[in-house]
Each structure stands twice: as structure tokens, then as C-alpha cells.
Nanobody
Framework: QVQLEESGGGLVQPGGSLRLTCTASENIVNFNGIFWYRQAPGKRRELVAT???????HVPDTLKGRFIVSRDTAKNTVYLQMNNLNLDDTAVYYC?????????WGQGTQVTVSS
């Protein structure tokens, strides 16, 4: 059973930065892709970043320039660098991995942006 573990969340002031980490229990190149989602209270889960098994990345236009996704295959880890955070970025951030038709989820990490 694949396991994903997120870390790096916390409380940050507006304009601050955080780097989230998603560590997988197996080689991340075995997955079709690794995805970062977030879900704010009362809102639907939202895709915020994607990195494919060959390292291609995608961030929605609304977050481009602030969110950067990267990986370290030697550590089976994917990172989400979040800069210039604002109140709307407050959410639980989840790591998701696709392997064939199966997807796996981490437990999530809370990001709170507040002054």
C-alpha cells in the first residue's frame, strides 16, 4: 500500500512563504503524476500543482508566479513552494499520487495565513 506523508504546513503571515513536502513510500517516478490539492472550509477541493513522472510541471494560471512544484526523486519527495501567501490560501493541502487507475492520498497538512 502506497503511503504519502505531507509536512511543512503551519501559520504564516500574509506575504510570507511556506514549503510543503510530500514524501512517498516508493519511487515517485512509478506514479503517473503527483498532485497537490487544497480544500478550504466550505469549498471544493482544488488542484494547485502537478508534476508528472517525467518531471513536467503545471500550476494553474491563478497561482502561477506564487506556487512552484518540484521534486527530488532520490528522496521520493515532491515539494510545493508557496510564496506571497494571502488569506485565500488558507486550506488543508493534500498530496495525491496516481498509479494506473488507483490514486493515493496523504492525510493533509494545514496552512493558515493570518495576521
Amino acid at each position: 500500500q502506497v503511503q504519502l506523508e505531507e509536512s511543512g504546513g503551519g501559520l504564516v503571515q500574509p506575504g510570507g512563504s511556506l514549503r510543503l513536502t510530500c514524501t512517498a513510500s516508493e519511487n515517485i517516478v512509478n506514479f503517473n503524476g503527483i498532485f497537490w490539492y487544497r480544500q478550504a472550509p466550505g469549498k471544493r477541493r482544488e488542484l494547485v500543482a502537478t508534476i508528472s513522472n517525467i518531471g513536467g510541471t503545471h500550476v494553474p494560471d491563478t497561482l502561477k508566479g506564487r506556487f512552484i512544484v518540484s521534486r527530488d526523486t532520490a528522496k521520493n519527495t515532491v515539494y510545493l513552494q508557496m510564496n506571497n501567501l494571502n488569506l485565500d490560501d488558507t486550506a488543508v493541502y493534500y498530496c495525491n499520487a496516481m498509479q494506473g487507475l488507483t490514486d493515493f492520498w496523504g492525510q493533509g497538512t494545514q496552512v493558515t495565513v493570518s495576521s
